[in-house]
């Protein structure tokens, strides 16, 4: 016997009421709840993982973005991550219907789940990048953690578009977080000033402490010097920022 079409109803109006009021916790509790207790047959864990999935809800949420992230991150980052089997691509189309930066990097970071089953459609999306989806991609293969992922961002490198091989830095680099210094050290001896000024813009956002003592050693290096004036102001920039965290 199915679920009466008044309980789904009912349900996506919860979910929504929870949505408006950005109290993203609520529907992890929901999703928490169908875990425990399934139902009979995991009627009503079909029912909470069908609703939440509903292309409308997604479609909602992309346009709630575009004002800027909710309140509660953390939440919204968690039910996303558990949409579960079957989720790929409706995440794919969110994040290529989303503006680029924070909002594409929470699909891309939900997607991240799903790929080890299936990297086929980012892989192949990847085969003809596009500038505005490129980070969001090369992010979620790089949190994925895909054994075969460093062919594919070598192929992507080895075009050697400077405006794409930067996107891929910061993807990559974002997707490691605090671990990204040794790749972002490696960005700053590109021979583009695109790579090695998104690098530069990187260790400031992402270094802390490490990217702060990073910067200092490079800076005392005698070649430090025969960088062009522009490269050496962004050193410092990106000195300052690091020197927030690192005070």
Known sequence: KSIPWSVSE???GVLDAAALADDHQAIVRIIE????????????????????KNPVRIAWLIERLRSGLPTDLAGLRSW????????DAILLDALEASEKGPAQELFAEALAHALPANPTP??????????????????????????????VFQNLIARREPA????????????????????????LGDKSDEVRKRALELIGELGGVRGFQLLQRLMK???????PVPERARFWASLLDCGADAA
């Open 10 to 12: 009912a349900l996506g």
């Open 80 to 87: 996303l991550a558990r949409l579960g089997p079957g989720s």
């Open 164 to 187: 794409l091989q930067a996107e891929v830095l910061t993807g990559r680099a974002r997707a490691r977080a605090a671990d990204a210094l040794p790749l972002l050290e490696g960005g």
């Open 33 to 52: 709840r169908a875990e425990t207790r399934p139902g009979r047959d995991g009627r009503f864990a079909n029912l909470v993982a069908h609703v939440l």
């Open 122 to 151: 980012v892989t192949a999306r990847l085969e003809n990048p596009n500038l505005r989806t490129a980070a969001a991609f090369c992010f979620a293969l790089e949190r994925a953690q895909l054994p075969d992922r460093n062919r």
């Open 221 to 227: 290096d005698a070649s430090f010097e025969a960088r």
